[in-house]
């Protein structure tokens, strides 16, 4: 359930007090939880705000702050040293930087592909976004597993793990622009994609309740 808080002048309006843990998230109470979108009667599609918690099973989530901190420069900045890895195996050896400059998502969202990068992990790192979508699969997603749809922030970077399913990159509120980087084959074989036997859907207008 998502809980407002609204400003009401005058001295007869008090606030109720509430009775559960909620988190602000950019002038909104919300429970940190899943939030439940119904796109038919036989199946329920979430989305859910990104943690490293969250997202350990797909890959990492990079953050400032997360890992060794330390001030350099005499005060004037402060440095993270990130325990996140970047795995990729001996098939991929050559490193390789690439940008991606995507067109927001609308109300909706209809997945209707996938992708995986068997030998190398993936890294999205966000230049200039409001918020994205990262979607990923437990499984082989022809075995019928839900995907899971996470809510990120311009201040999260995502890596996926080799051989992770995932859907590409998602803008959302605005066009959105990012640096991907990966370990890449010689031979031409760093993706595989497939076509999901079921389009998934998602309603995308109330990601900023949850961003």
Known sequence: MLQVRTSVSGPCF?????????????????????????TNANAVRQLLRLTP??????????????????????????????????????????????????????????????ER??????????????NYLVLVWKDHPETGVVPEAFVAGPEDVVIYRPGVWHHGIIALGRDGLFASTMWKTRGGMDTEFLQLPEPETFDLGGYRMIA
Not at 18 to 35: A, H, L, Y
């Open 14 to 38: 008090q606030s109720p007090k509430p009775s559960i843990d909620r988190t602000m998230v950019r002038g909104f109470m919300i429970m940190d939880q899943k939030v439940d979108y119904r």
């Open 117 to 130: 990068h068997p030998h190398s992990s993936q890294m999205f790192v966000p230049i200039s976004v409001e």
């Open 53 to 114: 918690e969250r997202f350990r099973p797909y890959g990492h989530v990079g953050r400032a702050g997360d890992g060794i901190v330390k001030t350099i420069r005499n005060g004037g900045a402060v440095l993270t040293k990130s325990p996140v890895p970047f795995e990729h195996d001996d098939l991929a050896p050559d490193h390789a930087l690439e940008f991606y400059q995507v067109r927001a998502e609308g109300a909706t969202l209809t997945a209707v592909q996938a």
